[in-house]
């Protein structure tokens, strides 16, 4: 007996070829608002999904800032004072080490809790 695999659905494309255009849309999204001179404002939680968009933005910063612009970036953050202890100490390292990386590529970011 012969056993086939019946596929309803064509397969998409590769999630890394699909991963790559999204992140690329998005750098440039980004990347257009501060061509206008917008300062952009990034909300942060601590968790990856923020944490993403942050790295994307200051990617596009970096793009711009090669170009000879001046990008303006603030991350913000909450503290609601019932924070667990580690996460608040996670949060204001994941802050401090933007601030490092803004530090070392000349980009102007203000964090912000």
């Known amino acids: 007996m012969k056993i086939e695999t019946l596929q309803f659905q064509p397969r998409p494309a590769a999630p890394s070829s699909d ?5 690329a849309a ?12 917008r300062p952009v404002y990034y909300g942060f939680s601590g968790g990856k999904d923020s944490a993403l968009i942050v790295d994307i933005g200051l990617r596009a910063a ?18 609601t004072k019932m924070e667990n202890p580690e996460i608040r100490a996670h949060y204001l390292s994941e802050l401090n ?14 964090t912000a809790v």
Not at 26 to 37: F, Q, T
Not at 62 to 78: C, I
């Open 62 to 79: 970096r793009r711009l800032k090669a170009e000879g612009g001046n990008p303006v970036s603030v991350v913000g953050t909450s503290d």
């Open 26 to 37: 998005a750098e440039e999204a980004i990347y257009r608002l501060y061509k206008e001179g």
């Open 97 to 110: 080490k933007m601030g490092r990386y803004a530090r070392q590529h000349g980009l102007a970011l203000q």
């Open 19 to 23: 991963l790559a255009l999204k992140l």
